[in-house]
Nanobody, 120 residues
């Protein structure tokens, strides 16, 4: 059973930075699609950023140029570096790891979520 454990969230002032981490226990090598999602209070969950096994990345428009997704295969860890944070980035952030074959998510795992609050 794979577990994803997020860390690195917290309270930060507007313009500040945080780095989220998502440590996976086991089978990290089998994931070829890893993403960060977020759910602002009272709103729908949205995709923030994703990275494939070969390092291709994607970002939602609102975070382009401010956020950077990366992974360290040796440490079984996914990261999200968030710069120039804005109040509208406030949300619970979740990591997701999946095995995608021909467009079908064969299996996926979710972390429990980590609160990020941007406020002065």
């Amino acid at each position: 059973q794979v577990q994803l454990v997020e860390s690195g969230g917290g309270l930060v002032q507007p313009g500040g930075s945080l780095r989220l981490s998502c440590a996976a226990s086991g089978a990290f090598f089998s994931f070829n699609d890893m993403c960060w999602y977020r759910r602002p209070l009272g709103k729908e969950r949205e995709l923030v950023a994703g990275i494939t096994s070969i390092g291709d990345t994607k970002y939602t428009d609102s975070v382009k140029g401010r956020f950077n997704i990366s992974k360290d295969d040796a440490k079984n860890t996914l990261y999200l570096k968030m710069n120039n944070l804005k109040p509208e980035d406030t949300a619970v952030y979740y990591c997701n790891a999946a095995r995608v074959i021909d467009g079908t998510r064969e299996y996926e795992y979710w972390g429990k979520g980590n609160q990020v609050t941007v406020s002065s």
